[in-house]
């Protein structure tokens, strides 16, 4: 089991940048795959981007590939998202979230009822 705590989220203007860390307790870190989520108001939480225990394979949504970059530090028992070329449709709260790790990753990255552990979530509000 794995507690996970987001920060970096905050204000940034339309182009702008920021990167989300996700830091966890535990000594298993390596075990879970980790992925990070967004919830907008009104609107369903949604997959980001997702990487596996070793971090040697990253997933992404449509909607963030090639501005969303996400990566891991198993030494530092974090997970990071770098978002690049940020837009105002962006503003939601940020959530990172944990699975065990399995074979069967490159499918359940996406399935947000596969992650058993959330953290509490950070805001990012871009504004135009």
């Known amino acids: 089991q794995v507690q996970l705590v987001e920060s970096g989220g905050g204000l940034v203007q339309a182009g702008g940048s920021l990167r989300l860390s996700c830091a966890a307790s535990g000594r298993t870190f390596s075990g879970y795959a980790l992925g990070w989520f967004r919830q907008a108001p009104g609107k369903e939480r949604e997959f980001l981007a997702g990487?596996?225990?070793?971090?040697?394979?990253?997933y992404y949504a449509e909607s963030t590939k090639g501005r969303f970059t996400i990566s891991r530090d198993n030494a530092k028992n974090t997970v990071y998202l770098q978002m690049n070329s940020l837009k105002p449709e962006d503003t939601a709260v940020y959530y990172c979230a944990a699975q065990p790790t399995g074979v069967f990753y490159s499918v359940t990255a996406y399935q947000l009822d596969m992650y058993r552990e959330w953290g509490q979530g950070t805001q990012v509000t871009v504004s135009s």
């Open positions: 990487i596996t225990g070793n971090g040697r394979n990253a």
